[in-house]
Nanobody, 114 residues
Framework: QVQLVESGGGLVQPGGSLRLSCAAS????????TAWYRQAPGKSREFVAT???????NYADSMKGRVTISRDKSNNMVFLQMNNLKFEDTAVYYC???WGMGYWGKGTLVTVSS
């Protein structure tokens, strides 16, 4: 059974940084395309960043230059480093993996507030 578990969310001040983690069981990130999405209160879920099996990365325009997606093969984890966080980055952040079908984690809440 595939499970994705996010962690690393929390309360951060504007301009601060957070690193989100996604751990997988039943799946090896090295062999799948993985992404981060987010859903702000009252809004639909939106794409943040992706890393393909080949290691290619892509970012949402709104986050480009402020986030970095990476993968740790030895620990089978995917990370999202977020810097210079803004109020509008407040959202639940979800890990997503595509492996025959799509798999979602339950999300981790990021709150940017002063």
């Amino acid at each position: 059974q595939v499970q994705l578990v996010e962690s690393g969310g929390g309360l951060v001040q504007p301009g601060g940084s957070l690193r989100l983690s996604c751990a997988a069981s039943g799946m090896v990130f090295e062999f799948v395309d993985t992404a981060w999405y987010r859903q702000a209160p009252g809004k639909s879920r939106e794409f943040v960043a992706t890393i393909t099996r080949a290691g290619r990365t892509n970012y949402a325009d709104s986050m480009k230059g402020r986030v970095t997606i990476s993968r740790d093969k030895s620990n089978n984890m995917v990370f999202l480093q977020m810097n210079n966080l803004k109020f509008e980055d407040t959202a639940v952040y979800y890990c997503y993996a595509s492996w025959g079908m799509g798999y979602w984690g339950k999300g981790t809440l990021v709150t940017v507030s002063s």
